[in-house]
């Protein structure tokens, strides 16, 4: 069982999990520049565990064994935890400003909970007692997981069973007595860097002649045949610079650490596969998982919100200039933005209703607006930012040349900002709001949990339109008889 | 004790006060066309908690009495009621698009119950009891009471008592053994044609210079002394036009019935005066004022966004573009932003906190952070209905043309939309549009609560940048040594 | 010939068009106080062409017979003569703050001049010429003609053949020996009541079986047959009640005085028939049309938009605000939008070109992009004086209240604002603040010259897209033998 | 004379200037992978010159010497000019989707021009003539002027002789008989790994205290005493990586290549000083250099956009969803902006206007709106394309990995979209809209031709707003003797 950080870094050496990166098979992963930064993020949320005043956010009772568990490994029992949930994320990303990695997983594992319940329910299976036990092995053994849902899609005009290469979708291409053979492709993967285990679930609705498709499964990540490539993240080779300060975020990451995952014919024991071929829970699926992931943008992307707000904060002291009026009215928008993204956030988990199985879940139309918002509101609180830091931002020299033994005095007696600070502190803000705000750290703000589309189709479901054109009827004073013509 | 909504209106039939519209004294408010729709929302309020599905979020029971009492007379003792209040009034508004008017006199009593206790703590006053023996009467009895906040301010440059004329802002002029008289003139005022009672309080900070300011009173409305002058609204003249159609929502109002309170030289008791030189004071009661009030605002333009949502839904339908993809599109951000709004109303009630005297406020941070959303959503969500309406929004004929033997037949012909749907249905559609977008009803969503700057700097003061810059510095790895120049 | 501003309302009078509005039939126009402002913008009009340091603008030379005439009746022969146009509109707005009403005219004369044109030089037809000398007596007698487009369209997903009612697009009912008889409708005709003349064009695009739709004529706007009835305006009777102060802009109206006009069963005899049958040159009739007026809007709304601006920053000096920083900054943001505006004017003029007839149009593209902005920034604008104009607003009593014996003092004295400014004043300025910002007003902004989406699709056709790709392909490093799979 | 790409290539071969990056001294700039696509961005400016249908826009005749000169190194003699190089602008950057780093040196060789021409008319100096000369060497030698403004200012809230270290500045340190030796910084200069000569003028208005902070001089960009440090951009080293495919724009830049530049006690000769002392127009400099410089950035960026348009219109029929409505939606929003953005360019250039030396200028007003509107767009831009791009952008693999043995073709497979189209090409074409969207490249958007705040600042200062206020009270009909408290 996992206690300390230390514990957690030593399981992970114990995997071996192999990770390709730029053409290297690398396997020794918490000692590695480039996924060192990653796998930092997620022990500090075991450290995090240990500290007595942040445990009643981080820590929780497991419904299941009444023991002490990972609030990450937890099955929402109450609108309290949907609410503790997202204020620990805030909590998190305030200490890291990186994306914590391990929330996909533990909405993965709420959303498996309870669409096996209703499966079980209408079919009379078992998915989700060997669902539990998979549950209680995580909490007890304190793991981490991680969720695996977007599949590589080939052709998106194109159901799954319709793309030219059926291998565009994860599907079963073999069933053995004691479990199954799958083959795929697994895109966006978060934090596989840091983690034991991998759910994976459908990507979409599907129809019956996608049932092969319809599978939902777990694997420990350094199962035999699954090959992870790691994706190119914005500045990803300035974590092999010798250095800290053109890091930015020297010690973690910038985002989850986005990998693709294929599965090459890999083996899942029967006792692994939490569905297989109900094709019309698939859409439930992705409902309640993306449903939970959106729950939580407002509160993880308002943690780094407030980090970046200190790095400007910062800088324009620094520069002298924090007192001017029309920057003061920048940060106003800054928090304002920051606050109704983590309002979202809030709303949806304060309304929040139990399922059949007795978890609950967040309000969708609510989580959705959260999201929609965070696709928009990142990028403005990072070019407001940019605005207000001003242009060296972009035209910094390196920490080579700051470090040199001509250049350093120059850059030092040139790069000061207002006396008492010294450059290097300045140069490093710089460095940091270069991290939070460029490429890949957006990017992840707009499709995590799915693109702006996503959400969209979901609100115009959810709105009930004909209901609201009644209300506008009944005040406007037209009566049932005079809707057909005079 | 008002239980019905005839109740209700008898009860305003009997209190006979005078209000100036069109250089007209009226005093039979419940039966002038002006007047009468402001009445009947209010109205609508009392027969809404006499059914028995709307109860619960209606009446609660009173933490002072025991009794079952309306929940705009109740002070909030959790976040589940805070977040009751804010459902109810989205239910309301969905009901009568329109302004409840009873919103600000529930946020002023809570605001002068929490703030009395504060003052009695520290002074040694008695203003509390005094106060909850009014509360009690008021429950008892099932009033109305409006808020009287915002001064006529002459100058905004200067305090009160720097204006040329000392009467700019609401001031004791004479205390006597049995009370106060006091000079001012408060503008503003929503819901003084349905209100029973009126508590006046300070609309800024106050230092010791401005001690005779610092007052807070209820009065009867009909108290002698008090001149109040209708404010002219869009249309406002189409309420006394003979017919239904070009009023939109003929049967409710627009806006608050907002008007003009001026206190000539006006006595009140002194069980009746809550506060009275403590200018210190003077900016926690408008604080708490206004973040009870900025709460509501995602809920009640929420709930009138519903209608105009609805209404907008209606028309796309009997112009035979419902399934348009570029409309759809339009109303999922119609919908966005009103979930966006309504958001921030259940946020900043989930996350309430308790006062010393017990009882529960918002979260300011979230409550201003849905207002100052308010005051662009409401217009946005105006704009894009605007936008998928089309252009006879502004230049249909007026009932009286269609009611015309002669035009009645053309305009029938002419201004038909889809099969089925009858002109007149249609054209009242668009009148509803008309008056939930146009002029006042924005200007209120803007000014109501405050203006922006209000909420601006609010938030500005509870954001903590410093705290932000430390997270920074912490993540940045800037060790405090750095931070002397090199 | 129309000289003097006294020449042309006597023109009006003579004419004696009925006019419908509220069930009335109004023949004396430039005498009926609903009616009058629109006439006085007009007449405005010509008045300032009388101006000396006006005359570049609002006079030129005509390229048909080398007489100075109005630049109204222009056919434009250059880039200048585009940039003149839309200067000569921004001029004339900030002195009425009014719409122009004679700028559709114009733009329909442009759009048939070219579009005529080119019909007879594919058909062999002779419309050009009978154009022209319909062209050169409103040139001489100095008229003003108005436009009509859109048709009121009935169930808007379908064609005017495929309407249940045949007659919801106006169409040919009758060919004669000596013209054609037209019924049915025309909405949103601006300027009746100020016009001689009324150039009808069809809406949209046409296929072969609306050919009888597919119909342009000019005709005397007093003909018989014709019946306009006035749309209704926000605020319209107050130009009717007694006083000045709550007209806001107690001389000129707010918008064009949009009515819709019933052609039933209208003679036209050939010499006015400007295309008839050929109906693929419908949606060429409608592009000319909409680009010349798209072009319009930047200058016209910049126009109205200087006078609100200014007024606003008379309401903010009145208020004693003038000169904090947020106020300075949200004017800066309003004359940001309103140059954004104008430039698109100026862009999309400076861009123009000759067409076959030898006539310039404006940048169709940039046309567009003016107009789109327009439907966004003219709400924007609005709604930031809104912000810093204050909740008075939308509150202050009515004129009659002012001048009331006993009320009209006590407004005077509460009603202040900065010593040295006088109420009335401040009154004033906040009713033309009102009158600028709210409903129909902005409508106009939005649907005028065509919805947003109308813009949308001309500016989709006009990208060039896949242009764009080989651009990027090209600089991607694609190569064409690439681009078959590997 | 430079006439080809080559023999412009061979001109920076013998420059030899020395460039600092990453803590080394670079001399051979246009063969080292860091600086190699700088200098192709403007070696392609020679190539274009070349080809007989670009001619027109790239080249013009000297109104000093008759002769035919590159538009780079021209004065603008009249509107048409003004207009020819915003075309140009574009059309460069549909190449080359790179920074074009010779506008710059292009507006402040006007700014000179214009600003020397009215010093020497008030004071009777002779700078307009040396400049003359200076002027027509680069014409006759078609060289490329970068333009040395921001100085790196410490304190940002102090002028420049109130800093702690005078030499936040560039100033002159000593006069001699035959020139001056000036130190200080320079920061963001752009340019210049491919430039001749650098031409260095003020930042800021100055007082008389400022004196010997307020010079204008040129020098030979491989001067002694200066020294470059290239600043670091986003994904820089990249550009030291092998394979093409992971840079995006293999050939071209991202951004102009900006660098510090250290003036450590630099001699000029008198003949290249155009101003020292007359401090009283150090703010023309910048009025005339900032106001043609973003004058120029509609245009550049309106062609990167073009650019990146291509790139997403590629990748979306590549997903196979090109025909989905809400992604043309989304495109008509990024052509919208576009061109909205390139409206402005064209209008400032358009109401250009020219000054005492003869020279043009564009309108300040709308040249400022237009790199305003920069600083929105550009980001708004970006956040679209990453919209409908999809998340892959952000996590697909490297080169690298793309051209292992073994993983190359299991991503081939899993990374295809559409039949037909090769995995290479789609993430190439991912690539290319990282490299124009994200870091460095917006930033440049933000802060090139100053921060928001300065376009903010000149454009309430040209806006006029009591002559406004004079429009409103002339239309509300408040008369001048009103205007004293009644």
Redesign the interface.
Known sequence: MIRTPEDYVNSLKALKTPI?????KIEDIPDHPLFKPHVNAIAKTYELALEPEREDLMNTVSHLTGETISRFNHIHQSREDL?KKVKMLRMIN????CCIQRCAGMDALNATYTVTYEIDQKHGTSYHEKFKEFLKMLQRENLVTIGAM?D?K?????KPSEQ??P??FVHVVEERDDGIIVRG?K??LTGVTGAHQVLVFPTENMSEGDKDYAVVFSVPVNTKGI?Y???????D??KMEEG?M?K?????AM?GG???A?F?DVFVPWENVYMYKEYEYAGLFVERFATAHRQNYGACKGGIA??????T??IV?Y???GKA??I??K??EM??LT??L???S??????GHPTASGAYVPDT??AN??K??T??FV??IG?IS??IC?????????E??Y??SE?GS????????????????RM??F??V?SL????A???A???AG???AQ?IM??RG?N??????????????KDE?????
Chains 1, 2, 3, 4 share one sequence.
Request: aromatic share 6%; glycine share 10%; proline share 3%.
């Open positions: 390709w990166a730029f053409g290297e609410l305030q200490q890291t400003a977007t590589v080939g052709d998106r005009s194109k030219s290469d291998d565009m492709a895109a966006h090959t490539i790691f994706g190119r993240q914005t500045n080779t300035r800290e053109d930015g975020n020297p010690q973690y985002v986005e990998c693709i294929i090459d407030d980090v970046l707000m200190g790095a904060y910062n002291n520069n002298g200039v009026s029309h003061r009215d940060f106003v928090i304002h606050e109704t983590y309002s979202g809030i709303a949806c988990s304060s309304e139309m609510m607006a959260t929609l918002n696709t928009r990028y403005e070019r940019h605005d001003g242009g060296l931002l972009a035209t910094m020299p390196s080579k040349d470090r040199h250049l120059l850059i030092d007696k040139y790069l000061k900002g207002v006396d008492g600070v010294s450059t290097e502190q490093r803000m460095r940091l270069e705000t460029g490429g890949t957006v990017v992840e707009m499709h995590g693109p702006p589309q969209r609100m115009l709105a339109l004909p209901m609201k054109g009644k209300l506008a009827d009944s005040i406007a004073g037209v005079e809707k057909t013509s005079q």
